[in-house]
């Protein structure tokens, strides 16, 4: 089994700043994408990010692009999730995922707790 867990979250004004992490333990996975999704109070979860083994690929959800940065760690099984010009509407839960089996936009084997933003107006 693959334990995740998240940190970083946290109240902030709108403008702010915040940094997420992830850190993977558990079974050895073998060069797997990690991602972050969201979900607002009455939302369904959102992909927020995604970034591939190596680092080399990353995706965004139109609504981050230009002010969240998805980064691997060293070692690769740490995911960061650099959170810039936080808006109101950024307010979440937000979950690490781990190993996508196909579509690393939408499909992990693996999900963290999630960490609470909230951003305040």
């Known amino acids: 089994q693959v334990q995740l867990v998240e940190s970083g979250g946290g109240l902030v004004q709108a403008g702010g700043s915040l940094r997420l992490s992830c850190a993977a333990s558990?079974?050895?996975?073998?060069?797997?994408?990690m991602g972050w999704f969201r979900q607002a109070l009455g939302n369904e979860r959102e992909f927020v990010a995604a970034?591939?083994?190596?680092?080399?690929?990353?995706l965004y959800a139109e609504s981050v692009k230009g002010r969240f940065a998805i980064s691997r760690g060293n070692p690769k099984n740490t995911v960061y999730l650099q959170m810039n010009t936080l808006k109101p509407e950024d307010t979440a839960v937000y979950y690490c995922?781990?190993?996508?089996?196909?579509?690393?936009?939408?499909?992990?084997?693996?999900w963290g707790q999630g960490t609470q933003v909230t951003v305040s107006s």
């Open positions: 970034i591939s083994w190596g680092g080399g690929t990353t």
């Open positions: 558990g079974r050895t996975l073998s060069r797997y994408a």
């Open positions: 995922a781990a190993d996508s089996p196909g579509d690393i936009m939408r499909d992990y084997n693996y």
